[in-house]
């Protein structure tokens, strides 16, 4: 995967299967949103801000390409595919480690301001969200 920003370990819980003992198919979003947010905070990028807006999902997509069990340890992998004037298109891979690749898609989100109105992504934003990880 290009442009990897950000790459995450977590653990799937019982809580997270479905009747299946396999991983409920939403609950695969709750990973990728958690290492979005730890992504985002890591650049110092609100995530979201009663006062100040934040950046709702507008469009998912997910292939699934394995099943996902309690217990499984999965890292997923994000990395930014698109900036544009105000959304932002995050392709993702989760893998089942050690090198299993279980699901992968993308999700675009949009800057919004507090009122839910689309803003455009200011220049501070811009730069945070696309500087080296070094």
């Keep these: 995967m290009e442009n ?31 290492t979005e947010h730890d992504f985002l905070k890591s650049r110092d990028v609100i995530v979201f801000d009663r006062a100040l807006g934040g950046w709702p999902r507008v469009h998912v997509q997910c292939d699934y390409h394995a099943p996902l069990v309690a217990g499984d340890e999965i890292e997923v992998i994000l990395s930014l595919g698109k900036i544009g004037t105000t959304s932002l298109t995050w392709n993702f891979q989760v893998v089942r480690l050690p090198e299993q690749l279980a699901a992968s898609g993308q999700i675009v989100t949009v800057r ?7 803003q455009v992504i200011s220049e501070k934003e811009r730069t945070a969200l696309t500087r080296s990880n070094t």
């Design 4 to 34: 990897i920003a950000h790459r995450q370990h977590h653990t799937i819980a019982f809580g997270d299967t479905d009747a299946s003992s396999w991983l409920h198919f939403p609950n695969i979003f709750r990973f990728i949103e958690a």
């Design 112 to 118: 919004v301001d507090a009122t839910g109105k689309t």
